[in-house]
């Protein structure tokens, strides 16, 4: 089966939440949903929320989450290492002037482990920290797809001077990276996708 993915950028950041599912299926995985619950809200109609995938603590990654989970009963996941984001704002780096949400009180995930199944998608979750503690990738090796949170961009990565961030951690996550297969299409935290040979080539590591 065939994977869909819509993307739904969000909030002044235009953080990009990703709407994830297979032909035939009614259900979907929502990855980052961000600063802008009402064009996510809408995103989803007509579908099932089957689970919440956070690729790292940010605010402006996380703001929805809490919401679509009291709404849907969808149970949200985060690495472990950035599980403190959820409760911490200054952590999360919120910024009262570049948001339309409140910061979550009552937002519960559980622990991502090395692998993640959802709505008939079977995700490996690859830690890559650097622009925080539990920064990772959810890679879809048989679609051949990539959803790399803040870690990598087109032509740039995530910045390294938040809680958490550590630029040695970045260039061994990146290394990683840049170990999958050229043809993998990447659907960053930010900006528009791009493909692992295409950033690759940018860079000498």
């Known amino acids: 089966m065939s994977v869909n993915i819509q993307t739904i950028p969000c909030g002044a950041y235009q953080a990009n939440a990703y709407l994830v599912w297979l032909d035939g ?11 802008d619950l009402q064009r996510l809200e809408k995103a989803l109609e007509g579908r099932r929320l089957g689970a919440i995938l956070l690729t790292h603590g940010h605010f402006d990654h996380i703001l929805s989450a809490q919401p679509l989970m009291e709404a849907t009963g969808a149970k949200v996941y985060i690495h472990p290492e950035d599980a403190e984001m959820l409760s911490d704002m200054d952590k999360a780096a919120y910024d009262t002037a570049a948001t339309r949400l409140p910061p979550p009180t009552r937002l519960r995930a559980e622990a991502m ?44 990565y995530g910045r390294m001077d938040l809680h958490g961030g550590d630029p040695r951690q970045m260039l061994d996550s990146l290394k990683a990276l840049f170990a999958l297969p050229g043809e993998t299409r990447v659907w960053p935290g930010h900006g528009g996708p791009t493909t692992i040979a295409r950033e690759r080539g940018r860079y000498r590591l």
């Not at 009614?26 to 980052?32: H, R």
């Not at 008939?120 to 048989?142: A, M, R």
């Open 25 to 35: 299926r009614e259900d979907a995985v929502l990855i980052d949903p961000g600063d």
């Open 113 to 156: 482990g090395d692998a993640l199944e959802a709505c008939g998608l079977s995700f490996t979750v690859l830690h890559t920290p650097g622009h925080s503690k539990g920064s990772v990738c959810l890679y879809l090796e048989d679609a051949g797809e990539l959803f790399s949170g803040d870690t990598l961009f087109e032509a740039g």
